[in-house]
């Protein structure tokens, strides 16, 4: 987000702000996918406070230390005793010297500590001694390990690590909201504010790349499309920073994107796996690196069902179903024409699987706009004879069901027919006291539709100006 305004993450940096401004010592974790924006939700934070901010990188465990220090002397008169230093321990009980005799409060950030660790395992035990200290002194002072490779991350926070129970905040910052991704394209219209994230997702650093003067099919052939371009090898470069072998999950993902959502279809593409034991140790990595989503219908304690497949990011769900199954003609030069013939004319196909995704996301987010209260849980329903596209409960018990529908058209009478119907047959509905049905178009409603509602205050209609726009209780 370098370069543009800080958008979102008002309560992740209420968070780290009520942290950093305790006057005692604290040991924030921050951990998230590549791009999602750590780096600048942690400037954010640190802006208006004395901070040493080193940004770490894959080099010898020696040179880190003195890097480290170089920058530590930028921002803090230092003397030759400090110079002489020449181990982690050392380094830090002089910046707690600091903190005591110059500067209170004094944020010291290491960003993608696991490349830290990498070159010296033993960084998290010196860490943990030299926290345990500064706790027991009471010293004013902050210490943020921030980091990309998620499975490391949450090691830190496990019971068999050195610095289990020393982090005073932990936060698993998450991609933007649709609403927030929506902020980076004031000028466009609602209809490609709703596209954009729907190919992009909510990373920062890829909406950022757009430039709004263009259209969205313009960013989208330049950024992605075109020979060379910066996210045209993203998810393979993805991978490859988590995992050794990616080949296996990278088919997995493709069959996910192509509609592979239960076990048994991934493993009739993924033929080396024989049965879903074999599957579940790839689906569940591919979980905990938020690449895929593993849902399960919100009535299965009624009823035992599968679990079905989807791709957590819309980026990648973009890039398998559109950008890997054209990769001749890309790496050709012809993504202008990939665009016309290959993209365009199935994009609102593909459209209506994110528009649920987004409609998911309001309800779970903003529904505390036109009901009740706020969601306490949000997900879908399904049986082999019907779906529900957004179903939930309300904090005060209430039960609701969505519709969501990517039409040219408006939506009219019959699809709440067809909700409240549909509704009946899952226990999950018919457990509530008070029962909702929310109607979402990307093209509004027929008027008979609106005189019905008028008369119905069970029902909500949500079209993408409700969807982008906070509405005031």
């Excluded at 604290?26 to 080193?54: C, D, F, M, Q």
């Excluded at 009980?93 to 005591?100: G, I, K, M, S």
């Excluded at 990939?338 to 528009?355: A, K, N, Q, S």
Aim: charged share 25%; with cysteine; glycine share 6%.
């Amino acid at each position: 987000m370098s370069g543009r305004t800080f958008f979102g993450r008002e309560q992740e940096l209420r968070a780290l702000n009520r942290e950093l401004d305790r006057p005692r010592p604290s040991v924030v974790v921050l951990l998230g996918r590549r791009r999602v924006g750590k780096s600048r939700l942690l400037v954010e934070a640190t802006r208006s406070r004395p901070t040493i901010y080193y940004q770490a990188t894959r080099i010898a465990e020696s040179m880190s230390l003195q890097l480290f220090k170089a920058e530590i002397s930028r921002v803090v008169e230092t003397d030759p005793v400090f110079e002489s230093l020449g181990d982690w321990l050392g380094v830090f009980t002089f910046l707690e010297q600091v903190a005591t005799d110059r500067m209170p409060g004094l944020t010291v950030v290491l960003d993608e500590f696991p490349y830290l660790c990498d070159t010296d395992p033993s960084l998290p035990s010196v860490l943990q001694k030299f926290c345990d200290g500064v706790r027991e002194r009471g010293t004013a002072m902050n210490l943020v390990l921030c980091g990309s490779k998620i499975s490391f991350m949450e090691e830190l926070l496990g019971e068999k690590n050195p610095l289990h129970g020393r982090q005073t905040l932990a936060l698993d910052l998450p991609p933007l909201s649709y609403r927030d991704a929506a902020k980076f394209f004031p000028e466009w219209s609602a209809d490609e504010q709703l596209r954009a994230y729907g190919i992009l997702g909510g990373i920062p650093y890829y909406l950022n790349l757009c430039e709004t003067e263009f259209t969205l099919s313009e960013n989208i052939r330049e950024l992605v499309l075109s020979t060379g371009a910066p996210l045209g090898d993203e998810p393979n470069n993805l991978l490859q920073s988590e995992l050794r072998d990616v080949t296996r999950y990278a088919t997995i993902l493709r069959s996910i994107a192509d509609g592979c959502t239960d076990s048994g279809s991934i493993i009739g593409r993924v033929r080396e796996l024989k049965d879903s034991s074999a599957l579940a140790p790839y689906v569940q990595k591919l979980a905990e690196l938020r690449l895929i989503r593993i849902v399960r219908s919100l009535d299965a304690a009624e009823r035992e069902r599968d679990r079905r497949y989807y791709l957590d990011d819309p980026f990648l769900a973009f890039w398998y179903r559109f950008y890997l199954p054209n990769l001749s003609p890309l790496s050709s030069g012809h993504s202008e024409e990939v665009w016309r013939h290959t993209i365009e004319p199935r994009l609102d196909d593909y459209m209506g699987g994110m528009f649920e995704w987004i409609c998911r996301d309001y309800a779970r987010r903003y529904v505390n706009e036109v009901l009740p209260t706020a969601a306490q849980e949000v997900g879908q329903v399904w049986a082999a004879d019907f779906d529900i596209d957004v179903a939930g409960r309300l904090l005060n018990g209430a039960a609701f069901a969505g519709e969501c529908k990517w039409w040219n058209g408006p939506v009219g009478l019959n699809v709440l027919e067809h909700l409240r119907e549909t509704a009946t047959r899952t226990p999950y509905e018919r457990g509530a006291d008070e029962r909702y049905f929310l109607l979402f178009s990307r093209s509004g409603f027929t008027p008979e539709l609106k005189r019905k509602v008028k008369r119905d205050s069970t029902v909500r209609l949500i079209g993408p100006a409700e969807l982008l726009q906070p509405r005031a209780r």
